[in-house]
């Protein structure tokens, strides 16, 4: 087997999904929710790239799915482009909402149809962790990020990871990772980095690595998923959930999300934001 059969293996198999139109109908009905801590960590998450750029910006949405992050910022008045790779995903997105302009392209990641310096901002969420050879998206994403423009990703934290190790087996199945897929190993169905390999990547790109922090203590988390086993983080995670719908214990999870979540070491939380800006 070639060293990249089972990176190649993982993202035919993903592909093949998310162009799916019965996939697209479930992604779009799981990730619309305007009520659960997924839309209020997205709603932090779209604000990183917000608060650094001018009102009406050019902004590009990479690997948009159903348009969660489009959506959201043309209702903040950008002009918002969304390419993903899936055309049924993209028949999903509502054009016409908010005051910006919403613009669909049907596109690969890898080979952006886009001219250099395009966006003043870029945004991705989702995405990243689903590559191994992720720098190669980031590495395309500043390509068309203008001198001076602001990337957010999300990511994986590895240094996660390797505390859910010492603390016990993480079930990989109840943590994302699907068996179905031949070629790929439990650990290779999804990507994780280090600071260290941020900065590279970065460097690389062209790019100056801003912030990283650490992002949704209470959803993915393998530290807790590796403490309860795979049958109580299921439970956990319809526990927080259920939680959640209460007024107060949404304002104390929100609050402790913003505070103390971005205050904690990378290892305490799957997640991570980054934020990067194109030199020049």
């Known amino acids: 087997m070639s060293p990249n059969a089972g990176l190649d293996a993982v993202k035919h198999y993903k592909s093949a999904a998310w162009t799916s139109t ?8 799981t990730t619309n929710s305007t009520s659960d801590l997924t839309h209020f960590l997205t709603t932090e998450f779209i604000g990183l790239l917000t608060q650094r750029i001018a009102p009406g910006s050019a902004v590009l949405d990479l690997g948009c799915g159903t348009g969660v992050l489009t959506k959201a910022l043309a209702a903040l008045g950008h002009d918002v482009t969304g390419v993903d790779i899936s055309q049924a995903m993209l028949d999903k997105i509502d054009a016409g909402v908010g005051p910006g302009r919403i613009t669909l392209r049907q596109g690969d990641v890898y080979a952006l149809p886009f001219a250099d310096a395009s966006f003043e901002g ?3 969420r989702w995405v990243i962790p689903h590559f191994r050879d992720w720098p190669l998206i980031v590495r395309e994403a500043a390509r068309v990020l203008r001198p001076g ?7 994986t ?18 943590f994302g990772y699907d068996p179905r897929v031949r070629g790929g190993e439990p650990g290779g169905f999804y990507a994780a980095t280090t600071v260290d390999e941020l900065q590279l990547v970065a460097d690389t790109a062209g790019l100056d ?6 992002l949704g203590f209470f ?11 795979a049958e109580g983080f299921q439970s956990y995670k319809k526990a927080v959930d259920a939680f959640y719908q209460d007024p107060g214990a949404r304002a104390f999870i929100q609050w402790f999300e913003r505070h103390v979540t971005r205050a904690l ?5 799957n ?9 020049g």
């Open 271 to 279: 997640g991570m934001a980054v934020v990067l800006r194109k030199r």
């Open 122 to 124: 870029v945004i991705t």
């Open 157 to 174: 934290s590895r240094a996660n990871y390797a505390l859910a190790a010492r603390e016990g087996a993480l079930a990989h199945a109840s």
């Open 149 to 155: 423009g602001t990337l957010v990703i999300d990511h």
């Open 209 to 214: 690595l801003l912030d990283v922090a650490p």
């Open 265 to 269: 070491p990378l290892d305490m939380a």
């Open 22 to 29: 019965e996939r697209a109908q479930i992604y779009d009905r």
């Open 219 to 229: 959803r993915q988390n393998a530290v807790i998923a590796a403490v309860l086993g």
